[in-house]
């Protein structure tokens, strides 16, 4: 498709158990990143990654959240241990390049519940 | 510490009239600055952007104004429409390999 793709779109898990989101950015885009966006709350960045370069994680809350991007396209974003509080939207973007006058276009987001 | 500032959760205007949808920030290094719509249930969609070397941009119904010295950019929407309805995200830069800064967004109510 055209724009970013993120599956699942709703995920529903127990607390404890470790959840993965996935995200295809748009092709030939080089920088991805993830957003979430909890109950009330802006968009929290996560995590960003551009083209070969070491991602920067600055956003990740705890070490229970991890993401990797292969081959510098479709993006994994797995957090482990879920707990009540990771339940948000989480959005995922992708921009062609990280000069100036690039906006980043977002998929439709995964919706996860921990129940 | 929060960057990007929209300080009204919330806004509700009359069709027809025009919304003006503010935002602060606090970082002097931003440099480029975006606003993004976002609808229930859909990701955010890009609606318009200022460079710093710019104070106006306009596009449309949508014209965005930035007020460097005051660290201060603002939105208008004129004239306001009911598929204007929506929360909006202002969202800031600085040169680079950064990340978008986003605020916690405003949600407008365009009544008809």
């Known amino acids: 498709g055209a724009g970013v793709s993120q599956s699942p779109s709703n995920k529903v898990t127990e607390k404890g158990k470790d959840v993965e989101l996935r995200c295809d950015p748009i092709?030939?885009?080089?920088?991805l990143y993830w957003y979430r966006q909890s109950l009330g709350q802006g968009l929290e960045f996560l995590i960003y990654?551009?083209?070969?370069?070491?991602?920067?994680k600055s956003g990740l809350p705890s070490d229970r959240f991890s993401a990797e991007r292969t081959g510098g396209s479709v993006s994994t974003l797995t957090i482990q241990r879920t707990q009540q509080e990771d339940s948000a939207v989480y959005l995922c973007?992708?921009?062609?390049?990280?000069?100036?006058?690039?906006?980043?276009?977002f998929g439709q987001g995964t919706r996860l519940t921990v129940v | 510490d929060q960057q990007v500032k929209q300080n009204s959760p919330s806004l509700s205007v009359q069709e027809g009239r025009i919304s003006i949808l503010n935002c602060d920030y606090t970082?002097?290094?931003?440099?480029?600055f975006l606003w993004y719509k976002k609808y229930p249930a859909e990701g955010p969609t890009f609606l318009i952007s200022?460079?710093?070397?710019?104070d106006k941009n306009e596009d449309g119904r949508f014209t965005v104004f930035l007020n460097k010295s005051a660290k201060h950019l603002s939105l208008h929407i004129v004239p306001s429409q009911p598929g204007d309805s929506a929360v909006y995200f202002c969202?800031?830069?600085?040169?680079?390999?950064?990340?978008?800064?986003f605020g916690k967004g405003t949600r407008l109510s365009v009544i008809a």
């Open positions: 973007a992708s921009s062609s390049s990280t000069g100036m006058n690039t906006e980043a276009f």
């Open positions: 092709s030939g885009h080089t920088a």
């Open positions: 990654f551009q083209g070969n370069s070491a991602p920067d």
């Open positions: 970082n002097s290094m931003f440099d480029y």
């Open positions: 200022i460079s710093s070397i710019k």
């Open positions: 969202a800031a830069r600085t040169s680079g390999n950064t990340p978008l800064v």
